[in-house]
Structures are given as C-alpha cells and as structure tokens.
C-alpha cells in the first residue's frame, strides 16, 4: 500500500528507524481476525506442526524406501536436496513475497495475514509456525509441483523438504522465546534473525541458515542512526 512503500523509502533513506507497518508492539499478542473460528484455526501451539510434519515425512520415507525401486543412496541424496531446496524457498519467499513493498492491495493483505502480523507481534508464541490447516493446502500443492517434475523421486524429495520446513519452525520458535544460545553458530543466527526484526527487516531473510543471505549479498549492516526529521 501507499503508506507502508512511503514508510519503505524514508526507511532507505536513514529518515526512520522503522517502518510503522513492521515496528514491533509492546503487547505480546493481537487480533488478526474478528471472527473467533478464523483466529482459532490460525494460531498453533509450535508441538501440533511440529509432530504434523515429522510424522508425513517419515510416511513418504517409508513409501519411497518400501514401495519404489528408489535406490537408498539415491534416497539419501534426494532427500539432501529436497532439505537444501527447502531452505532456498524460505528464503525467496521470505524475501522476494513477505518484504516486496508496492501499492498492491492484494499483495499486501497476503503480507499482513502470513508475516506483517508476526512483526507486529514477534514473540506470540502461537504465531510462529504456519498452522495444520492452511499448512496441508499449502504443501499439497508443493507436493503435487514436485510430482509433476520428479515423479515417483518425489516420494524422497519432498519429505527432505517438509524436514527443512521442520527444522525451520523448530529454529523460528526458540529464536523468538528462547535467549540466545552461547554456542557461537547458534549464537550467530540468533542475532541474524534479531537484525531482521528489530534492525532492517528488509535485510537477514535467512531463519533457519544464513547461506543464501551471504550468496545474495542481504546480510544485515551495523543499523545508523535516523536523520532527524523536521
């Protein structure tokens, strides 16, 4: 919308410390939705997930170990791959959907309902993990993408991939309610996903790894002080 890619520009410029639409509630929580179903079946404790998707990639493992003529070791490298894409993923969509300022109404309530709201409200425990419900249609449809591409290899991909989504929400959650850890990687990437949400968020788009924000050069700078605004 207008305000929010104004509030984007005076941000680049250094005349803000924060766009309003991204700056962090004193609150612990808020209210996304006024119907109580819909605010129902959009927050999740982080275990439901959690056990969700741990348990359907372990059932694709079996099916692709016991009902394919997949070799193991090419088991093994497509479920790698599926991880690394996984991690690719979060970081386009998290870059490149959830922080691409325009005046596009459409784009921005799919913003504000899928990650403008977690940055309002960052340490809401129940909104740190996409839940069951719009998980399921959302990876049916990455599954069924991957079918048409790789066949009955995706039986081994996609679980690969749902481990990388795991490891992502399992790390998402202990950055946001747990202090940070004093072993140095992890320390690092507690820091790095901090830098995102009180410092740029338009840079740090990596939760679960760093990599591709080193690859594509969004690392988060030392902040600078904004220049006072008459």
Known sequence: ?????????KFKKGEIRMPTHLKPQKELSGKLYESAFMERITRTPIWIPQ???????????????????????????????????????????????YHTESNSDVLYDIQYKGHGFHHLYPKDPERLAMPPVPGLVL???????????????????????MIGYNCYITIHYFQHVVKSPMYKPWKKL?????????????????????????????????SKKAKPTN
Not at 60 to 76: M, V
Not at 141 to 153: A, C
Request: net charge positive; aromatic share 24%.
């Open 190 to 222: 507690w820091k790095h996903h901090k830098a995102h949400h009180y410092s740029n968020p338009y840079a740090a788009f990596g939760v679960s790894t760093r990599l591709w924000d080193y690859v594509f050069g969004t690392m988060p700078q030392k």
């Open 51 to 97: 056990v969700l998707w741990l348990t359907i990639s372990t059932v694709f493992f079996w099916i692709a170990t016991t009902k394919t003529e997949i070799l193991p070791y090419y088991i093994l490298i497509l479920g790698i791959a599926g991880f690394v894409t996984w991690t690719m993923t979060e970081y386009i969509v998290h870059r490149f959907l």
């Open 139 to 161: 990876f049916s449809i990455f599954f069924g993408l991957f079918y048409l591409l790789l066949g009955s290899y995706s039986l081994a991909f996609f679980p690969g991939f």
């Open 1 to 9: 919308m207008k305000e929010n890619l104004e509030q984007y520009l």
